[in-house]
């Protein structure tokens, strides 16, 4: 039985448009008034607690033209109604950048991740959005439609304002992730601390992207998620670490330093403390294997 | 309340129901179609009672909005097998003792055909795998992957054919 | 495959018997209680409080009854007898505590989801409008959250003129002061478990109806039909126009053991004189109805340096929430069950249940005796470790075996295997297995436990079952069982079958209908198998007598001769000399001799025990059993890879074996859960952990395959020599997950779930 906790009974429209053109229309006219879902699998527990009654509910399934995984002049596209699913088994990803892959599948479990698409993954912005990391960590872009046709790409490190609230304004749709095609040699890690091995909100999550040059670090991105209110990149590691010759030391100190830049909360799942512990742990597991193996891209 | 038409192929049959915007597929498979094999077991996708098949994956019905699911393909636990017509699946879980209460076993059983069409030998990790998003509160699991195992060793049994207990 | 001394030749008892509920689940044919529809039904709702502690000032459902589509919007006033003491026991009333129990909210509410109003509309959406509309004024009280805190002097008082401490037990064997003089090693330690909850797939669900002549029929997922005498008593009319029927249940485990909807329905059914439907939902199960009592428990325990057990003193508090349900039989089976399967010469057991404002718990499969074996298994862990033995030689030194007394004074007379168990378990872990990282550590840890089955003894228990054959031959078995999942029903074909000699398939079992099926008492304290097993073939037995009698004219030998098998009753020497069932059948039939039985099975009836010693037999009968299991924990991390898990039970005669190593399987994963990840958590009696997105319990990938092994020792009394498993089969898990993750870091976690923060707090991480 669904529960709700509406007030007042109102009337909810369903519009599916078939196109780009299409949905630009749409928003055009509805604005704040329109809400666009795609899997449905957050939209759905939200409506269901009442946290939100959109007037319009724009489904985004049909549209072809977000559905895709393609490598696009040296980098990978994505669009934003790919499933985890479909993420999971694709072979451009594979072995373009195996560790996204590696987080695709550890989405909920097999029934989320063959609706849950990558773009509402980024777009409700939760901390603990488990493909955030990894595409923080592979300096991933996300482009946004606005209403009036307009096109723009943002940084996916600029995407994620606070808790929730991210570059998307009223009417604005995410379209498509893009992200350089890491270099061959460019190792990347993604390990997901969750309180159960299948359908886990994480307690921690830290990706690690790294490019070696023999033992010294060339390129290094770090992100966390469920260490903040937003899945972050931790730029101050990265400098610590790129152009440098990585041993335990430096490692030592990374760990350290990750401890110092987030600000996990206590909740029923964990308390800030072991937050903190068992990301800095990981970290330093993550630069250390992607040290050991720089031709690894899984996690 | 504005409603919408749907029309949805369940089971093999061409149904329609009228459904609102935000009415879940679960909600309309129960209380529009009385579908009442697809169970409710927390509404939220956490326990997979409501597994169904849709368009060739399986799905929570209790997190797919009804109207995503027009014009669309569903199997339910009675798509895949029925007394005069039964899966090897349904027949193995039996033999196996895979079920006891039997709630989670719609759900089970739906994910455990998709499981197979997509990967007809899966090994026993893959078939845990396969079923994580399937909560069994019962069975401990053990009967449940063994009667996957079997099915899947054996492939299509004929009908009336039963392996002695 | 079951592992016995002698095997009986039976034809189909102890068999892999295909359950015959199983077909129509497994096609999707089953009508559970929110599948079954009634026209012109209308959806109830409950309104629940939104203070753990408060009084109700006023309550106005005008602009809620007003609203169109709503049928009836009830309060307190509206119930004609809203308190009743909740009676324990089936006829024999027990002195001592009364619960209260009370429909719905007046004078002051006692925990936080406690129901306040109930509304029937048209529909769903009608009634969910319908529950906003309904204005409530609280005036929010103190309220006391913790137990210890609450029995204290000059505590907020949960209830309104009673102590929150409801009741205390004593345990006094020997001399605890001399016992630990005598101790070489003394280990004491403080043990806490969470409350957890039952999360049964199936949500609270019923529907209700008033039928032709006027009787209140509620068709509602239960464990107990009998409770039709306590909605009577609630609407003040006669028992027998309230009728209760028990379709097959998605899971019980004690929670659907205490009145859930029934009550509601049955006043919305009384007042709309309409067919009504109320299913919880998910969050509405965890927050509101009954759960696992959380305990805190002191242990001290003492040995000497060869191992043997001389002292324990034990100091047991339960937060029994806000009302009183079942907490003191709970508190009961933990005092007894306080020193586990061991034979202590010193013991001084103090136990207390008291009354917060959290959640009410109450029945839980292992009904009290999960948190002290967890106790009671760690701290032999420790004294083991103390004394350089290992864990199982420390307890080979001090199980308990046939014919020794527990500290209660009650001698075990029938087969104690509980060192089998154990020495079948640990050696079916095999080989340890190796590390897959530096960072791993493997573990391994057992537990043994002995738990009850069969109802406490001075509840005078009784239980009754019709048998009778038709016609044809078929047989037919009515039982007023509740089939939680178990087999319950199943069970009884089997054994009706064996006893008449006829296949499984020719028997159909009618179980759950107050008004048709003859009562056969809860499905609860693990005593179906025992009681209603009992009941049917005593009855199946007199049919069978009743048959064997004209076989034996018909075919002019003596009765002693027959043999009933395969629809036939024959002479066993000349198996040629036979006679088709259903002949005789028909024979009996002309003759006018009875071809039914209603036979009622009682168990050993005693007395109230003593409180203040303990002393006394308070169960039929235990069954012993031993998990194993073997862990990997990440000490970087604490995440813990469960990967053997070995479960053996004496289990004195499988009746089928699918069914008993399902329990075995299931009840292994129920209590891994509670050692490893289940937690309801409050907040100032606030749940925080309301849907399965927080409230963890194992999935496929979070566990290894259950390995089985069962020992037939025939020592039960139930049928054929059966013990019961349903409950016994969860106890002992949490207790070997603690111990072989402690085996594995070489320290202890204390409190339950072993979650991974713990672990890294136990190394002293942070």
Same mark, same amino acid.
């Given at each position: 039985?669904?529960?709700?906790?509406?007030?007042?009974?109102?009337?909810?429209?369903?519009?599916?448009?078939?196109?780009?053109?299409?949905?630009?229309?749409?928003?055009?006219?509805?604005?704040?008034?329109?809400?666009?879902?795609?899997?449905?699998?957050?939209?759905?527990?939200?409506?269901?607690?009442?946290?939100?009654?959109?007037?319009?509910?724009?489904?985004?399934?049909?549209?072809?033209?977000?559905?895709?995984?393609?490598?696009?002049?040296?980098?990978?596209?994505?669009?934003?109604?790919?499933?985890? $699913?479909?993420?999971?088994?694709?072979?451009?990803?594979?072995?373009?950048?195996?560790?996204?892959?590696?987080?695709?599948?550890?989405? !909920?479990?097999?029934?989320?991740?063959?609706?849950?698409?990558?773009?509402?993954?980024? $777009?409700?912005?939760?901390?603990?959005?488990?493909?955030?990391?990894?595409?923080?960590?592979?300096?991933?872009?996300?482009?946004?439609?606005?209403?009036?046709?307009?096109?723009?790409?943002?940084?996916?490190?600029?995407?994620?304002?606070?808790?929730?609230?991210?570059?998307?304004?009223?009417?604005?749709?995410?379209?498509?992730?893009?992200?350089?095609?890491?270099?061959?040699?460019?190792?990347?890690?993604?390990?997901?601390?969750?309180?159960?091995?299948?359908?886990?909100?994480?307690?921690?999550?830290?990706?690690?992207?790294? @490019?070696?040059?023999?033992?010294?670090?060339?390129?290094?991105?770090? $992100?966390?998620?469920?260490?903040?209110?937003?899945?972050?990149?931790?730029?101050?590691?990265?400098?610590?670490? @790129?152009?440098?010759?990585?041993?335990?030391?430096?490692?030592?100190?990374?760990? @350290?330093?990750?401890?110092?830049?987030?600000?996990?909360?206590?909740?029923?799942?964990?308390?800030?403390?072991?937050?903190?512990?068992?990301?800095?742990?990981?970290?330093?597991?993550?630069? @250390?294997?992607?040290? $050991?193996?720089?031709?690894?891209? !899984?996690? | 309340?504005?409603?919408?038409?749907?029309?949805?192929?369940?089971?093999?049959?061409?149904?329609?129901?009228?459904?609102?915007?935000?009415?879940?597929?679960?909600?309309?498979?129960?209380?529009?179609?009385?579908?009442?094999?697809?169970?409710?077991?927390?509404?939220?996708?956490?326990?997979?009672?409501?597994?169904?098949?849709?368009?060739?994956?399986?799905?929570?019905?209790?997190?797919?909005?009804?109207?995503?699911?027009?014009?669309?393909?569903?199997?339910?636990?009675?798509?895949?097998?029925?007394?005069?017509?039964?899966?090897?699946?349904?027949?193995?879980?039996?033999?196996?003792?895979?079920?006891?209460?039997?709630?989670?076993?719609?759900?089970?059983?739906?994910?455990?055909?998709?499981?197979?069409?997509?990967?007809?030998?899966?090994?026993?990790?893959?078939?845990?795998?396969?079923?994580?998003?399937?909560?069994?509160?019962?069975?401990?699991?053990?009967?449940?992957?063994?009667?996957?195992?079997?099915?899947?060793?054996?492939?299509?049994?004929?009908?009336?054919?039963?392996?002695?207990? | 495959?079951?592992?016995?001394?002698?095997?009986?030749?039976?034809?189909?008892?102890?068999?892999?018997?295909?359950?015959?509920?199983?077909?129509?689940?497994?096609?999707?044919?089953?009508?559970?209680?929110?599948?079954?529809?009634?026209?012109?039904?209308?959806?109830? *709702?409950?309104?629940?409080?939104?203070?753990?502690?408060?009084?109700?000032?006023?309550?106005?459902?005008?602009?809620?009854? *007003?609203?169109?589509?709503?049928?009836?919007?009830?309060?307190?006033?509206?119930?004609?007898?809203?308190?009743?003491?909740?009676?324990?026991?089936?006829?024999?009333?027990?002195?001592?505590?009364?619960?209260? +129990?009370?429909?719905?909210?007046?004078?002051?509410?006692?925990?936080?989801?406690?129901?306040?109003?109930?509304?029937?509309?048209?529909?769903?959406?009608?009634?969910?409008?319908?529950?906003?509309?309904?204005?409530?004024?609280?005036?929010?009280?103190?309220?006391?959250?913790?137990?210890?805190?609450?029995?204290?002097?000059?505590?907020?008082?949960?209830?309104?003129?009673?102590?929150?401490?409801?009741?205390?037990?004593?345990?006094?064997?020997?001399?605890?002061?001399?016992?630990?003089?005598?101790?070489?090693?003394?280990?004491?330690?403080?043990?806490?478990?969470?409350?957890?909850?039952?999360?049964?797939?199936?949500?609270?669900?019923?529907?209700?109806?008033?039928?032709?002549?006027?009787?209140?029929?509620?068709?509602?997922?239960?464990?107990?039909?009998?409770?039709?005498?306590?909605?009577?008593?609630?609407?003040?009319?006669?028992?027998?126009?309230?009728?209760?029927?028990?379709?097959?249940?998605?899971?019980?485990?004690?929670?659907?053991?205490?009145?859930?909807?029934?009550?509601?329905?049955?006043?919305?059914?009384?007042?709309?004189?309409?067919?009504?439907?109320?299913?919880?939902?998910?969050?509405?199960?965890?927050?509101?109805?009954?759960?696992?009592?959380?305990?805190?428990?002191?242990?001290?325990?003492?040995?000497?340096?060869?191992?043997?057990?001389?002292?324990?003193?034990?100091?047991?508090?339960?937060?029994?929430?806000?009302?009183?349900?079942?907490?003191?039989?709970? &508190?009961?089976?933990?005092?007894?069950?306080?020193?586990?399967?061991?034979?202590?010469?010193?013991?001084?057991?103090?136990?207390?249940?008291?009354?917060?404002?959290?959640?009410?718990?109450?029945?839980?499969?292992?009904?009290?005796?999960?948190?002290?074996?967890?106790?009671?298994?760690?701290?032999?862990?420790?004294?083991?470790?103390?004394?350089?033995?290992?864990?199982?030689?420390?307890?080979?030194?001090?199980?308990?075996?046939?014919?020794?007394?527990?500290?209660?004074?009650?001698?075990?007379?029938?087969?104690?295997?509980?060192?089998?168990?154990?020495?079948?378990?640990?050696?079916?872990?095999?080989?340890?297995?190796?590390?897959?990282?530096?960072?791993?550590?493997?573990?391994?840890?057992?537990?043994?436990?002995?738990?009850?089955?069969?109802?406490?003894?001075?509840?005078?228990?009784?239980?009754?079952?019709?048998?009778?054959?038709?016609?044809?031959?078929?047989?037919?078995?009515?039982?007023?069982?509740?089939?939680?999942?178990?087999?319950?029903?199943?069970?009884?074909?089997?054994?009706?079958?064996?006893?008449?000699?006829?296949?499984?398939?020719?028997?159909?079992?009618?179980?759950?209908?107050?008004?048709?099926?003859?009562?056969?008492?809860?499905?609860?304290?693990?005593?179906?198998?025992?009681?209603?097993?009992?009941?049917?073939?005593?009855?199946?037995?007199?049919?069978?007598?009743?048959?064997?009698?004209?076989?034996?004219?018909?075919?002019?030998?003596?009765?002693?001769?027959?043999?009933?098998?395969?629809?036939?009753? +024959?002479?066993?020497?000349?198996?040629?000399?036979?006679?088709? &069932?259903?002949?005789?059948?028909?024979?009996?039939?002309?003759?006018?001799?009875?071809? +039914?039985?209603?036979?009622?099975?009682?168990?050993?009836?005693?007395?109230?025990?003593?409180?203040?010693?303990?002393?006394?037999?308070?169960?039929?009968?235990?069954?012993?059993?031993?998990?194993?299991?073997?862990?990997?924990?990440?000490?970087?991390?604490?995440?813990?890879?469960?990967?053997?898990?070995?479960?053996? +039970?004496?289990?004195?005669?499988?009746?089928?074996?699918?069914?008993?190593?399902?329990?075995?399987?299931?009840?292994?994963?129920?209590?891994?859960?509670?050692?490893?990840?289940?937690?309801?958590?409050?907040?100032?009696?606030?749940?925080?952990?309301?849907?399965?997105?927080?409230?963890?319990?194992?999935?496929?990938?979070?566990?290894?395959?259950?390995?089985?092994?069962?020992?037939?020792?025939?020592?039960?009394?139930?049928?054929?020599?059966?013990?019961?498993?349903?409950?016994?089969?969860?106890?002992?898990?949490?207790?070997?997950?603690?111990?072989?993750?402690?085996?594995?870091?070489?320290?202890?976690?204390?409190?339950?779930?072993?979650?991974?923060?713990?672990?890294?707090?136990?190394?002293?991480?942070?």
């Amino acid at each position: 039985m669904r529960k709700t906790k509406t007030k007042t009974v109102t009337s909810t429209t369903y519009l599916r448009p078939t196109d780009l053109n299409d949905l630009q229309q749409i928003m055009a006219e509805h604005q704040g008034r329109a809400a666009v879902v795609a899997g449905a699998t957050d939209m759905i527990p939200q409506m269901r607690a009442g946290r939100t009654l959109p007037a319009v509910l724009v489904d985004l399934c049909e549209i072809a033209e977000l559905s895709f995984i393609r490598e696009e002049h040296g980098s990978i596209a994505i669009g934003a109604t790919t499933t985890m $699913a479909k993420l999971a088994s694709s072979p451009i990803i594979a072995s373009g950048s195996p560790f996204l892959a590696t987080a695709a599948r550890q989405v !909920g479990h097999p029934q989320t991740r063959n609706r849950a698409t990558i773009g509402g993954n980024l $777009a409700n912005a939760s901390p603990s959005a488990d493909t955030a990391p990894p595409l923080l960590a592979l300096g991933a872009a996300v482009q946004i439609m606005s209403p009036d046709g307009a096109i723009r790409d943002v940084p996916l490190h600029q995407f994620f304002h606070s808790y929730r609230v991210t570059d998307l304004g009223e009417g604005d749709v995410l379209t498509r992730i893009t992200f350089p095609r890491p270099p061959d040699g460019a190792a990347g890690r993604f390990t997901k601390i969750g309180l159960r091995s299948a359908s886990s909100i994480s307690v921690a999550s830290v990706a690690v992207m790294l @490019e070696m040059e023999e033992t010294t670090c060339r390129t290094a991105r770090v $992100a966390a998620g469920s260490v903040a209110p937003i899945p972050m990149r931790v730029f101050r590691i990265e400098e610590l670490l @790129e152009g440098h010759e990585i041993g335990e030391t430096l490692v030592e100190e990374c760990s @350290e330093l990750l401890r110092a830049e987030i600000s996990p909360i206590s909740d029923v799942r964990g308390s800030d403390k072991y937050r903190s512990y068992v990301a800095s742990a990981v970290l330093k597991r993550q630069i @250390e294997m992607a040290v $050991a193996d720089r031709r690894t891209f !899984g996690a | 309340m504005t409603t919408y038409p749907i029309d949805i192929k369940v089971n093999g049959e061409w149904k329609r129901a009228e459904v609102t915007a935000r009415e879940t597929l679960l909600d309309a498979l129960r209380n529009r179609l009385r579908a009442f094999e697809v169970k409710d077991g927390c509404s939220q996708g956490d326990c997979g009672a409501c597994t169904v098949i849709l368009a060739g994956r399986a799905v929570n019905a209790c997190l797919t909005l009804a109207v995503q699911a027009n014009g669309k393909e569903i199997t339910t636990l009675k798509g895949v097998g029925t007394s005069e017509n039964p899966d090897p699946l349904q027949k193995s879980f039996v033999e196996h003792g895979a079920i006891q209460c039997g709630f989670c076993t719609p759900g089970v059983v739906v994910s455990a055909k998709a499981l197979l069409e997509a990967n007809p030998n899966p090994n026993r990790e893959e078939i845990r795998e396969g079923i994580s998003g399937n909560l069994c509160r019962c069975t401990g699991y053990t009967q449940i992957v063994e009667a996957i195992e079997d099915a899947a060793a054996h492939g299509r049994r004929g009908v009336g054919e039963r392996e002695d207990a | 495959m079951p592992e016995n001394r002698t095997r009986p030749a039976y034809r189909i008892i102890g068999k892999a018997a295909p359950r015959p509920d199983a077909w129509a689940k497994v096609f999707g044919d089953t009508a559970y209680a929110h599948d079954y529809t009634v026209p012109g039904m209308l959806c109830a *709702k409950v309104l629940r409080s939104r203070h753990p502690a408060a009084r109700v000032l006023s309550i106005d459902t005008g602009d809620a009854e *007003k609203l169109p589509g709503v049928d009836a919007v009830l309060t307190a006033k509206d119930v004609p007898n809203n308190e009743t003491a909740t009676r324990f026991g089936q006829t024999h009333q027990v002195g001592g505590f009364e619960g209260l +129990y009370r429909v719905l909210a007046e004078k002051k509410i006692r925990f936080k989801g406690e129901a306040v109003a109930l509304v029937a509309a048209t529909s769903e959406a009608v009634a969910e409008e319908a529950l906003g509309l309904i204005h409530v004024e609280y005036e929010p009280l103190e309220g006391v959250f913790d137990p210890v805190e609450a029995k204290q002097a000059g505590a907020y008082q949960v209830g309104e003129d009673e102590s929150n401490v409801i009741c205390s037990y004593k345990v006094r064997k020997g001399d605890v002061e001399e016992g630990f003089k005598l101790a070489d090693v003394v280990v004491e330690q403080t043990y806490r478990v969470p409350m957890v909850d039952h999360a049964y797939l199936e949500p609270e669900s019923g529907v209700a109806w008033l039928d032709q002549d006027g009787v209140i029929t509620i068709r509602s997922a239960t464990q107990v039909i009998e409770h039709f005498r306590g909605i009577a008593d609630v609407l003040g009319v006669s028992h027998n126009r309230v009728r209760i029927i028990a379709p097959m249940l998605g899971g019980g485990f004690g929670g659907k053991e205490d009145i859930t909807v029934e009550t509601y329905l049955a006043l919305l059914v009384w007042k709309t004189r309409k067919p009504v439907s109320l299913t919880y939902t998910r969050e509405e199960s965890i927050r509101s109805h009954g759960k696992r009592h959380p305990y805190v428990m002191r242990y001290k325990t003492g040995a000497t340096k060869a191992g043997k057990l001389v002292a324990l003193e034990a100091e047991l508090t339960s937060d029994a929430g806000g009302y009183v349900y079942l907490s003191p039989w709970v &508190l009961l089976y933990s005092t007894v069950g306080a020193t586990g399967p061991y034979d202590i010469p010193h013991v001084k057991v103090d136990s207390e249940t008291v009354l917060t404002n959290n959640t009410f718990s109450s029945a839980n499969r292992g009904f009290g005796a999960p948190q002290v074996c967890f106790a009671c298994e760690s701290q032999l862990d420790e004294l083991a470790k103390q004394l350089g033995l290992s864990p199982l030689e420390i307890r080979r030194k001090n199980y308990l075996r046939t014919g020794d007394a527990l500290a209660t004074g009650r001698v075990l007379e029938h087969s104690v295997e509980t060192e089998q168990t154990a020495d079948r378990a640990l050696e079916a872990l095999g080989e340890p297995s190796g590390p897959s990282s530096p960072t791993e550590r493997i573990g391994r840890g057992i537990a043994s436990s002995m738990t009850s089955y069969g109802r406490m003894t001075f509840l005078h228990d009784t239980s009754r079952a019709l048998v009778s054959i038709e016609m044809d031959g078929s047989v037919s078995v009515r039982c007023g069982l509740q089939d939680v999942g178990g087999g319950q029903a199943s069970s009884l074909a089997q054994i009706a079958a064996e006893v008449l000699g006829v296949p499984m398939e020719d028997v159909t079992v009618y179980v759950g209908d107050s008004a048709l099926t003859p009562l056969a008492g809860t499905t609860t304290a693990t005593r179906l198998l025992y009681m209603s097993g009992n009941a049917t073939k005593k009855a199946a037995t007199a049919v069978r007598h009743s048959l064997v009698k004209k076989a034996a004219d018909l075919l002019d030998v003596d009765p002693e001769e027959l043999a009933m098998g395969d629809r036939q009753i +024959y002479s066993a020497g000349d198996p040629d000399r036979a006679v088709a &069932l259903e002949r005789v059948v028909k024979a009996c039939a002309a003759d006018g001799i009875p071809l +039914y039985d209603v036979a009622q099975f009682n168990a050993p009836a005693r007395e109230l025990i003593d409180f203040q010693t303990g002393q006394g037999q308070v169960f039929p009968d235990f069954t012993f059993g031993t998990q194993a299991m073997e862990v990997s924990v990440d000490i970087e991390t604490g995440a813990v890879k469960v990967l053997k898990i070995v479960s053996c +039970y004496d289990v004195g005669q499988a009746i089928n074996t699918l069914s008993a190593e399902g329990q075995l399987h299931g009840g292994a994963l129920y209590g891994l859960g509670y050692g490893m990840m289940e937690e309801v958590v409050l907040d100032k009696g606030n749940t925080l952990t309301p849907s399965f997105a927080e409230y963890l319990i194992p999935s496929a990938v979070d566990v290894p395959d259950v390995k089985t092994i069962m020992i037939e020792s025939g020592g039960g009394v139930g049928p054929f020599g059966a013990k019961g498993l349903g409950e016994p089969s969860c106890v002992p898990a949490a207790a070997a997950f603690a111990n072989a993750v402690s085996d594995a870091i070489g320290a202890r976690v204390c409190d339950l779930p072993v979650t991974p923060e713990r672990i890294l707090k136990a190394l002293g991480r942070f």
